[in-house]
């Protein structure tokens, strides 16, 4: 059984790869713009593209919009199943420590809680994760 934490933990990795394919895409799409082709050379009847180096790069941007759209997919299903625990306080803590990435010590001073407090309901709200959605989950997806 796959553990809440580990699986939670998912969610700063799904983060990372979106970051690095944002900063991918913009990468490409600058040189997608950028691309010139020489207009003072002859023109000489072809059958193929003109432009392969620019389409290649548009192929490829399209291809990092579909990973990304995956990878916030799966990160929206991670922060859904938070969503739907059934005790608001698991959802407020799990949430905030996991999406968010508050530390426990921020989560002291925004709340009336302590930190034995925060980290007794981060305990039981990982519990009851794990209960509600990782039971029959051998691995993280």
Known sequence: MVKAEEYLKQIAHLDRLIETSCDRIRELREIAISITVPMDKEKVQSSGTSDLLG???TKYVDMENE??????????AIVKQIANLDNPEHYDILYNLYVVKVSVRT??????????????LRKDALEAFE???????????
């Open 55 to 57: 389409n290649s790069v």
């Open 67 to 76: 990973v990304l759209v995956d990878l916030i997919e799966k990160k929206k």
């Open 107 to 120: 989560l002291c001073d925004r709340s009336a809680l302590s930190e034995r407090q925060i980290w007794r």
């Open 131 to 141: 209960l509600k959605y990782l039971a029959d989950v051998t691995e993280c997806q």
